[in-house]
């Protein structure tokens, strides 16, 4: 059986940066870059994957979820 990775509202999550990226470790900057984020208040909203999950998770600090 497969597995249902997505949430039940449209399998999509938006985040937001919500701090700056100096002074912040480079795969750090580089999770947040993968994220399509670049400057302070990006919005981008993606697919709810493990994968994009793991990159909030890694950077937690510097952004915000908005289910």
Known sequence: MAKN???AVGGTVRV???KGL???QG???LSVKAL???H???VRELK???QVRGLINK???LVRVEE
Request: glycine share 8%.
């Open 59 to 61: 950077v937690y600090y």
């Open 40 to 42: 302070i208040n990006d």
């Open 27 to 29: 795969r750090h900057r």
């Open 5 to 7: 990775t997505e949430t």
């Open 36 to 38: 399509g984020l670049s």
């Open 16 to 18: 937001r940066l919500v």
């Open 48 to 50: 709810d994957s493990p």
């Open 22 to 24: 100096r002074g912040v």
